[in-house]
T-cell receptor
């Protein structure tokens, strides 16, 4: 079935290095993608988003890349810090069953561990 | 302070108990959501409410009963649950039905439910 998934369940990165977290999606009709960060004991927190008419979007220390040809999404974190340790989820936005409603469908998540 | 408050943060209940989870959002949003987060599974959408009306029920068993008395409050009534229902239940809100404009959800910190 259609799904949003992540290539790797865990990622360990040295502090100061760049991190790249990948995500594959299968619904070509999805037009909006989001990355969320979930720290231990907390709810997911929005990081950055991108629309399907874009290939790249940059935020503060984060960059999201979208490759629609291969249905691939990635999150790049520059100069990774200990505070970046968390589980990262990609999500795709697709129409729900209710009129005018949308659903965010989440991937399984990648746990990022930053080594001091 | 996330703007979305969930109570209780932790709940232990027997299979014959009846309990409720509460969510309140202080962001002036119109849409509210219940998600279930189990270990090793993606976030699962349960219910969506838009302007107090339920717009999504993602094939959730009837032992979970949502209630949305107004746009700021959302409840999840629980009765005759099973041990496999043990999970983190996350409430979220968004400005409109998720994705109409941004799809950005604001999550609470969750209610950790254990069913014995």
């Amino acid at each position: 079935g259609e799904s949003v998934g992540l290539h790797l369940p865990t990622l360990s990165v040295q502090e100061g290095d760049n991190s790249i977290i990948n995500c594959a999606y299968s619904n070509s009709a999805s037009d909006y993608f989001i990355w969320y960060k979930q720290e231990s004991g907390k709810g997911p927190q929005f990081i950055i988003d991108i629309r399907s008419n874009m290939d790249k979007r940059q935020g503060q220390r984060v960059t999201v890349l979208l490759n629609k040809t291969v249905k691939h999404l990635s999150l790049q974190i520059a100069a990774t810090q200990p505070g970046d340790s968390a589980v990262y989820f990609c999500a795709e936005n697709r129409r729900g069953s209710g009129a005018g409603s949308y659903q965010l469908t989440f991937g399984k998540g990648t746990k990022l561990s930053v080594i001091p | 302070e996330t703007g979305v408050t969930q109570t209780p943060r932790h709940l232990v209940m027997g299979m014959t108990n009846k309990k409720s989870l509460k969510c309140e959002q202080h962001l002036g949003h119109n849409a509210m959501y219940w998600y279930k987060q189990s270990a090793k599974k993606p976030l699962e959408l349960m219910f969506v409410y838009n302007f107090k009306e339920q717009t999504e029920n993602n094939s959730v068993p009837s032992r979970f009963s949502p209630e949305c008395p107004n746009s700021s409050h959302l409840f999840l009534h629980l009765h005759t649950l099973q041990p496999e229902d043990s999970a983190l239940y996350l409430c979220a809100s968004s400005q409109g039905p998720s994705g109409a404009n941004t799809g950005e959800l604001f999550f609470g910190e969750g209610s950790r439910l254990t069913v014995l």
